[in-house]
């Protein structure tokens, strides 16, 4: 009997999980340099939740969710995105208040039971950001800037993505829209396939959703609702426009994003990359105005982005093998060029890691030559060797791997300390 991993899902080990590390680190560094503040949410939540504010016609919620029952019969759901989870841990533990607005952080797996196909696991990753209590446009272009300036700073190139940008309306510009709509597809009901006539009669807006061709072919013909906002989602729009134009990233319109989840409001968008085949975003979100109220929070407006990190790391690909890893920077690999050297390599190993440095040694009596082997292997910068001089006169030769010659650098003992912090400062 071999057990086989969930369909759908993945082991992620070397050589890729050191993208994943990279991705990741420079996430936290990244948003926290611009205060936001890391939030950890439970992988489940009761189903409701979800029912409730993703929608209960949305492709999510009716066919894509991890749903079962505990031991309690209490419906469970793994979480198939993070907005939602987030919005309900700002609710519950009173979140708002001082740190108004409130600018949060997430990475963590999601899940949602897709057709497994290349690039869309059934376990996925998202690192996002949700600002809430803060209605200005300005706050919507500074969320899309950190998204793309995010991009920027892990390699990806400006001109490779695309920022697509739309405004689907607000609770007063909406009904009337839906009721154009609904005038829309009335006429062309029964060439709608069967879930899309569910939709018709539940939530007329999903019908953007399909992936049925006959459905799509009927939708492009619909009326757009950025063609149909009221005033003052015109002005914010312009607004949002105003401030990409500041910080000089390129956008274009795009009048199909509807994006399929209930809560949206007002400005939603995507960022898609050449790199990536189809329609596919790297990263999506917008403005989620009415949700905090929805379940039972403050009338609270927000925004918020995810960003897709298997996809980010299919457009990262070229770009992360110059990056290496910088954690490795202050690891020193131990090596002795003769067996006798064992016990001083251990002796300068416990030096080194009270001087604050990572060490590793391969302690179990290897050649010097397969010693220096496994530091390249592990990407180490560097190497301190011991040989026969070295042990005799107290002095120790530190090995630069990644400048070609050998660093003969020699570190008397009683500066041991002072010799090390200057040779691993040099740059290269
Ligand atoms: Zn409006
Ligand atoms: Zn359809």
């Not at 489940?44 to 749903?67: A, C, H, N, P, W």
């Not at 209490?74 to 740190?99: Q, Y």
């Not at 007063?172 to 396939?193: I, N």
């Not at 199909?256 to 968008?269: E, K, M, P, Q």
Request: charged residues 30%.
């Amino acid at each position: 009997m071999q057990y086989k991993r969930v369909k759908g899902m993945s082991d992620i080990f070397l050589p890729e999980v050191t993208n994943w590390q990279f991705v990741e680190d420079e996430a936290r560094l990244f948003f926290k340099a611009r205060l936001y503040e890391e939030i950890r949410t439970p992988v489940v939540e009761y189903t409701e939740l979800f029912q409730r504010s993703i929608g209960e016609v949305t492709d999510i919620v009716s066919k894509e969710m991890y749903t079962f029952c505990d031991r309690g019969e209490r419906s469970l759901t793994l979480r198939p995105e993070m907005t939602v989870s987030i919005v309900r841990a700002v609710i519950e533990n009173n979140l708002l208040g001082i740190r108004e607005p409130l600018k949060l952080f997430y990475s963590g797996p999601m899940f949602r039971a897709e057709r497994p196909q290349a690039g869309r696991k059934r376990q996925f990753y998202q690192i996002g950001v949700e600002v809430i209590g803060n209605d200005s446009p300005f706050c919507d272009a500074e969320v899309i800037r950190d998204l793309v300036f995010f991009l920027e700073r892990l390699g990806l190139e400006r001109d490779a993505c695309t920022v697509k940008l739309n405004n689907i309306g607000c609770p007063q510009c909406r009904p009337a829209f839906l009721k154009k709509l609904r005038e829309f597809f009335t006429t062309q009901k029964e060439s709608l396939c069967e879930s899309c006539q569910v939709k018709f009669e539940k939530n007329v807006l999903r019908i953007f959703d399909c992936k049925n061709k006959e459905c799509k072919e009927i939708a492009a013909g619909a009326p757009k609702v950025s063609d149909n906002v009221c005033e003052g989602c015109r002005e914010h729009f312009t607004a949002v426009e105003k401030g990409l134009m500041l910080f000089q990233i390129p956008y274009t319109i795009d009048k199909n994003i509807v994006r399929g989840l209930d809560y949206y409001t007002s400005t939603v968008f995507e960022v898609t990359s050449k790199k990536l085949g189809a329609q596919d975003a790297i990263a999506a979100g917008g403005r989620y105005n009415n949700l905090l109220r929805e379940l039972g929070g403050e009338d609270k407006s927000a925004i918020g982005f995810a960003l897709g990190v298997e996809r980010l790391l299919v457009c990262l690909e070229d770009s992360l093998k110059k990056n290496p890893s910088s954690v490795l920077e202050r690891t020193v690999y131990v090596a002795y060029g003769d067996n006798a050297y064992i016990d001083q390599a251990k002796q300068i190993l416990a030096r080194l890691e009270a001087l604050g440095y990572a060490t590793y040694a391969d302690l179990d009596k290897r050649s010097l030559k397969s010693q220096l082997k496994r530091a390249n292997k592990f990407g180490l910068r560097w190497v301190l060797i011991l040989n026969q001089d070295e042990v005799e006169r107290g002095t120790y030769q530190l090995k630069d791997l990644r400048s070609l010659d050998v660093d003969q650098c020699l570190i008397f003992d009683k500066s041991f300390e002072a010799n090390i912090r200057a040779s691993m400062s040099t740059e290269e």
